[in-house]
């Protein structure tokens, strides 16, 4: 049986997520696990998972690109290692790579080190361009969300709503609610 995943990190990324189901629907999977979670958090990832336990012997687990299914080299030689405990291989579509071969397992390895080192190497280059903007006064880091909302969580619990419900109409955290909330008490107590 041939049985896909698919993944993207965030929920805008619509048009890569359909990519992904169109191109594993192509190829003849029988079955699609697909979510729409980050790769950092691994334990969050729970059709991974279940895709995984639903492979039998013979079956290939396939994936459209390598980054849709692990991050890091030692994450991928562990989904690797229970792919291959169940009696089953790995297809990345994008690189032709079937595990069902040395060849292939080799490539995998090779292709997963290459990966790992670039996500590294652009991580340090963003850190570097981070400092460097730092030094030059240029760097303001990501805009405060909950702050620019200030006006609408005091307004929204003057009408009696509380803060868990002000924070998922808002987007913001509920911890960010009690802060805004907090400094107007403190701020109507010190006049």
Do not use: W
Not at 68 to 86: F, G, I, M, N, P
Request: glycine share 8%.
């Amino acid at each position: 049986m041939l049985i896909g995943y698919a993944r993207t990190s965030t929920l805008d990324q619509k048009a890569g997520y359909e990519g992904q189901l169109r191109d594993l629907e192509r190829v003849g999977c029988e079955k699609v696990f697909k979510e729409q979670v980050s790769s950092v958090d691994v334990r969050k990832r729970q059709e991974l998972e279940s895709a995984i336990d639903q492979l039998r012997g013979g079956d290939t687990l396939i994936v459209t690109k390598l980054d849709r299914l692990a991050r890091s080299v030692t994450h991928l030689l562990e989904v690797l290692q229970r792919v291959q405990d169940k009696r089953a291989s790995l297809r990345i579509l994008d690189t032709n790579i079937d595990t069902s071969t040395p060849t292939g397992k080799l490539m995998l390895t090779v292709l997963g080190s290459v990966a790992a080192f670039e996500r590294e190497i652009m991580l340090e280059r963003q850190r570097e361009g981070i400092a460097k903007a730092k030094a030059a006064g240029k760097y303001k880091g990501r805009k405060p969300t909950a702050r620019a909302k200030a006006d609408e969580v005091k307004r929204l619990r003057k009408e009696g709503i509380g803060a868990t419900e002000i924070a998922n109409r808002l987007g913001i955290g509920r911890a960010s609610v009690y802060r805004i909330l907090g400094a107007t008490e403190s701020a109507t107590e010190g006049a």
